[in-house]
T-cell receptor, first 113, second 114 residues
Framework: SQQGEEDPQALSIQEGENATMNCSYKTSINNLQWYRQNSGRGLVHLILIRSNEREKHSGRLRVTLDTSKKSSSLLITASRAADTASYFCATDGPGGSNYKLTFGKGTLLTVNP | EAGVAQSPRYKIIEKRQSVAFWCNPISGHATLYWYQQILGQGPKLLIQFQNNGVVDDSQLPKDRFSAERLKGVDSTLKIQPAKLEDSAVYLC???WGGGPFEQYFGPGTRLTVT
């Protein structure tokens, strides 16, 4: 079963615009990660945010986590055509010691030049 | 640093045949994962190894799927006999340990069962 649900399923924007994707999950988590997948580079880790963190930045990426609402968002600023890809959130927990990841279905982002 | 290697990249078989996939993780990574990704969905964990021991195989269809990780390095995933619904991309990933580390994914094997 899939824990995370990304929203929207698909998003199309123009180069230079910002893109926001959301992830909601059902049960409490230890950590949440975002991954990107495109045909050229496969599945690549973007950022990890722990359950006691509220916001993290990495380059043009900004991730927020609201554990009270069981949701996270990924913001990509000043998008580029190369950002075209599917974006997945993945959660681990609750509890446990193996940090097993459960992926959502993903958001397909298309950045038009 | 070399990435996660997988082979073959593509495989087409008929239902009821068997198939095997091979994965070589990043050197030094203790944890190895096999995922199944069906078109339009996110990856689903099939099995997780810590060194050469199984940590989680709760979603592995054990009547037809098997996996091993010899000497805590390379791993093979086998399907016997294959069904039409096994058509998917099989991804191998590795990470430094069993903690909340980022996972490094290989290019995957696209399996088509006809």
């Amino acid at each position: 079963s899939q824990q995370g649900e990304e929203d929207p399923q698909a998003l199309s924007i123009q180069e230079g615009e910002n893109a926001t994707m959301n992830c909601s999950y059902k049960t409490s988590i230890n950590n949440l990660q975002w991954y990107r997948q495109n045909s050229g580079r496969g599945l690549v880790h973007l950022i990890l945010i722990r359950s006691n963190e509220r916001e993290k930045h990495s380059g043009r990426l900004r991730v927020t986590l609201d554990t009270s609402k069981k949701s996270s968002s990924l913001l990509i600023t000043a998008s580029r055509a190369a950002d075209t890809a599917s974006y997945f959130c993945a959660t681990d927990g609750p509890g446990g010691s193996n940090y097993k990841l459960t992926f959502g279905k993903g958001t397909l982002l298309t950045v038009n030049p | 640093e070399a990435g996660v290697a997988q082979s073959p990249r593509y495989k087409i078989i008929e239902k009821r045949q068997s198939v095997a996939f091979w994965c070589n993780p990043i050197s030094g990574h203790a944890t190895l994962y096999w995922y199944q990704q069906i078109l339009g969905q996110g990856p689903k964990l099939l099995i997780q190894f810590q060194n050469n021991g199984v940590v989680d195989d709760s979603q592995l269809p054990k009547d037809r799927f098997s996996a091993e990780r010899l000497k805590g390095v390379d791993s093979t995933l086998k399907i016997q006999p294959a069904k039409l619904e096994d058509s998917a991309v099989y991804l191998c990933a590795s990470s430094w340990g069993g903690g909340p580390f980022e996972q490094y994914f290989g290019p995957g094997t696209r399996l088509t069962v006809t």
